[in-house]
């Protein structure tokens, strides 16, 4: 992702950089399917705000990417610098979606082969089988998604790096702060150490989701344990 505010696929240069890989995986193209949010990739990537109707955007090995919207919704994006088709109804999404994928072979899509990955699969059975109707072939867009929505700008790895630094000090010091407590013959609790550390990040800075597991014996399998007031000793 960029760090500036112009969303990837808004931008001359992203686009060119997909349509290379594109070509590179032998794809037609890029179909981004996106409604209520649904899809992330679609958002992050094309920069959306409220929406509440179906769009596609393709974007083509060769040529110029378009954007099928619904014609309520046009403000939604304002910010799109390249073609626009609208639709009304969903017979004329349906006629228009079979135009725009026409004489696209192969298309990438948010899909993943027998939902392998689910933080992929976010085209809907009913769109994917529209597509497949119009003789077109879906691709997993894994790739792509990899190499242009999951990645970390310079900021954010430089953001990340100081905030490993501060976890893993904390942690260190929980750790200590611990066995302190069980050499002393009072060990502290599940709850009071969770608590201690979650203060412990807030105090040096981090301010995003910050929370922490703390769990003895079996619970400490479990990804999404919160102790019960104190917990266990």
Aim: hydrophobic share 40%.
């Amino acid at each position: 992702m960029n760090d500036v505010s112009t969303p990837f696929l808004c931008t001359r240069n992203g686009i060119e950089r997909v349509q290379v890989t594109l070509r590179d995986q032998g794809l037609d193209g890029w179909l981004l399917y996106e409604f209520h949010h649904n899809n992330p990739v679609s958002v992050t990537l094309l920069g959306l705000g409220k929406t509440s109707r179906r769009a596609f955007v393709l974007i083509p090995a060769e040529g110029e990417p378009v954007a099928m919207i619904h014609a309520i919704e046009a403000s939604s994006w304002r910010h799109w610098p390249f073609e626009r088709v609208s639709y009304s109804g969903w017979r004329d999404m349906e006629e228009k979606l079979g135009e725009l994928v026409q004489g696209h072979g192969r298309l990438a899509m948010e899909i993943s082969p027998g939902a392998a990955v689910p933080t992929l699969d976010y085209v809907p059975a009913g769109i994917a089988g529209l597509i497949l109707e119009y003789g077109v072939e879906i691709a997993s867009s894994g790739d792509l998604v990899s190499a242009f929505h999951s990645v970390l700008s310079e900021g954010q790895l430089n953001d990340h790096k100081r905030a490993s630094v501060i976890v893993k000090d904390v942690a260190l010091t929980a750790f200590e702060r611990a066995a302190d407590a069980l050499r002393s013959g009072s060990p502290t609790t599940e709850g009071a150490l969770s608590d201690w550390i979650v203060q412990e990040l807030k105090s040096h800075g981090l301010v995003d989701q910050v929370s922490c597991i703390v769990a003895i014996g079996p619970r400490a399998s479990d990804p999404h344990y919160a102790p019960i007031g104190d917990g266990e000793t």
